[in-house]
């Protein structure tokens, strides 16, 4: 009897975890996104570079007409530098397009967090927890530190002789990093327990983001009066 009970709960997690999932995909569109931004980022160096050591220019705009100009005055092959420069446009028209696409899907799950911090600080956040269920139930402690692992390992490892992180993603945040270097800790304390309320309350379907925003607002008020002391 208990070995048929096992068999059908083996069986039925079995068709659980084959099963398509919404936080999966999320997560997965965002690491293509980081790859996509990568390749923005090789494409922008390489052209920089092209630039500066080709033509000796000191031009941020790949698309300058000084490049042009100089290309047809040494006689270079403008084509093959243009198809690099339109697949460079390419790539970062698809980056903006895929962000707002993310952005718009975290702002559906997670509405009130998205409110607080917006959705694509929440999105680095799933991405690094790698599902809904891990984000919503970590504690505000781990919330705060989400990005900063490193950091936090090499705490761990000098047994207290190294500071912990005061802070890992939530830095990106207004609220924390328009702060003074010694009160950032303090915000994304308060930041990160208002976050794990929000979690909670976007996974239940409450609205409470309004609610969630003054006291974040109020604690950065006193925050930001105090740096200025």
């Given at each position: 009897?208990?070995?048929?009970?096992?068999?059908?709960?083996?069986?039925?997690?079995?068709?659980?975890?084959?099963?398509?999932?919404?936080?999966?995909?999320?997560?997965?569109?965002?690491?293509?996104?980081?790859?996509?931004?990568?390749?923005?980022?090789?494409f922008?160096?390489?052209?920089?570079?092209?630039?500066?050591?080709?033509?000796?220019?000191?031009v941020?705009?790949?698309?300058?007409?000084?490049?042009?100009?100089?290309?047809?005055?040494?006689?270079?092959?403008?084509?093959v530098?243009?198809?690099?420069?339109d697949?460079?446009?390419?790539i970062?028209?698809?980056?903006r397009?895929?962000?707002?696409?993310?952005?718009?899907?975290?702002?559906?799950?997670?509405?009130?967090?998205?409110?607080?911090?917006?959705?694509?600080?929440?999105?680095?956040?799933?991405?690094?927890?790698?599902?809904?269920?891990?984000?919503?139930?970590?504690?505000?402690?781990?919330?705060?530190?989400?990005?900063?692992?490193?950091?936090?390992?090499?705490?761990?490892?000098?047994?207290?002789?190294?500071?912990?992180?005061?802070?890992?993603?939530?830095?990106?945040?207004?609220?924390?990093?328009?702060?003074?270097?010694?009160?950032?800790?303090?915000?994304?304390?308060?930041?990160?327990?208002?976050?794990?309320?929000?979690?909670?309350?976007?996974?239940?379907?409450?609205?409470?983001?309004?609610?969630?925003?003054?006291?974040?607002?109020?604690?950065?008020?006193?925050?930001?009066?105090?740096?200025?002391?």
């Open positions: 009897m208990r070995d048929d009970l096992k068999k059908k709960f083996l069986k039925k997690l079995e068709r659980k975890l084959q099963e398509p999932s919404e936080d999966q995909y999320i997560v997965n569109l965002i690491r293509a996104y980081y790859d996509l931004k990568d390749t923005q980022n090789l922008e160096e390489r052209l920089q570079e092209w630039i500066k050591n080709s033509m000796y220019l000191d941020k705009d790949p698309k300058d007409p000084q490049v042009y100009e100089s290309i047809r005055k040494h006689g270079f092959d403008e084509s530098y243009r198809e690099f420069v697949i460079y446009d390419v970062r028209r698809e980056e397009q895929i962000r707002q696409k993310i952005e718009q899907l975290i702002q559906s799950r997670f509405p009130n967090s998205s409110y607080l911090v917006g959705p694509f600080i929440v999105a680095m956040m799933l991405e690094k927890m790698g599902s809904y269920d891990k984000l919503v139930n970590a504690p505000a402690s781990t919330i705060q530190v989400i990005g900063a692992e490193k950091a936090l390992f090499k705490h761990i490892r000098s047994k207290g002789k190294i500071k912990p992180p005061k802070h890992g993603i939530l830095y990106l945040s207004p609220w924390v990093n328009r702060l003074p270097k010694r009160l950032r800790g303090k915000m994304a304390r308060t930041l990160a327990s208002k976050l794990s309320i929000a979690m909670k309350a976007d996974m239940a379907g409450r609205d409470i983001k309004e609610e969630l925003y003054n006291k974040i607002r109020k604690r950065y008020e006193e925050l930001e009066k105090e740096g200025k002391k």
